[in-house]
Structure formats: structure tokens, C-alpha cells
Nanobody
Framework: QIQLVESGGGLVQAGGSLRLSCAAS????????MAWFRQPPGKEREFLAA??????????SDPVKGRFFISRDNVKAKNTVYLQMNSLKPDDTAVYYC??????????????????WGPGTQVTVSS
């Protein structure tokens, strides 16, 4: 069982930056692909970014490509994945979720591909 907890959300002005963190309850070497999703008010949960176990490859959705950057810390057995969000827009307002899979080598870019989820952290971007 893998438990995930996000942190780093908050209120930021348009054009600003935030860095989200997601701590896993186990060593990230035990966790395969990890990803970030978000769910704006009244909308479906959408894929943002994913990263492979060894952090050698990352994938992004078009709306955030070039503005958001995913990374993970496997050094010294740390258990955290990050999402650096730059040039934030009011449309980025949403609850942001971390997700992970514990087996296999796929890197899904849809919510159905992930087994484990954090409770989410609110990001609000004011205009």
C-alpha cells in the first residue's frame, strides 16, 4: 500500500509560481511512475505531467507544457515528487492531485492508469 500526501498549494497572483510536493509513504524506488493531475471546479480530473521511476523521462499535457515541470528525488531514498508551476494563470485554479502506480513500467497519461492518489491540495490563482 502506498500513501501519498501533497503539499505546497495556496493562493498566488497570476504570473507567479508555486512548487507542489508529494511525499510517498514508502521509498520511491518502490513506486513506479508518478504523476500530477488537477480538477478545476465543476470539471473532470485532468492529466498534467508524469515521470518514470528513474526520472529519465517525463511527459506533459499541452496546456502546461513549458510552464510546469515534474521531478522526483530518488537520491538517498527520498520519497518525494515535485511539480514546479510557473507563469500561473487563473485557469490553473484547481485541486491538484499526486498519483502513483506500484508495479509495471507503463507511464499512464490518464487517471484510470493510476492506483494510488493523494487527498489533493488547493491552488488558487488570482487575476
Amino acid at each position: 500500500q502506498i500513501q501519498l500526501v501533497e503539499s505546497g498549494g495556496g493562493l498566488v497572483q497570476a504570473g507567479g509560481s508555486l512548487r507542489l510536493s508529494c511525499a510517498a509513504s514508502v521509498n520511491t524506488l518502490s513506486v513506479k511512475a508518478m504523476a500530477w493531475f488537477r480538477q478545476p471546479p465543476g470539471k473532470e480530473r485532468e492529466f498534467l505531467a508524469a515521470i518514470t521511476k528513474a526520472a529519465t523521462n517525463s511527459y506533459y499535457s499541452d496546456p502546461v507544457k513549458g510552464r510546469f515541470f515534474i521531478s522526483r528525488d530518488n537520491v538517498k531514498a527520498k520519497n518525494t515528487v515535485y511539480l514546479q508551476m510557473n507563469s500561473l494563470k487563473p485557469d490553473d485554479t484547481a485541486v491538484y492531485y499526486c498519483a502513483a502506480i506500484g508495479s509495471g513500467w507503463n507511464v499512464p497519461q490518464n487517471k484510470e492508469g493510476y492506483e494510488y492518489w493523494g487527498p489533493g491540495t488547493q491552488v488558487t490563482v488570482s487575476s
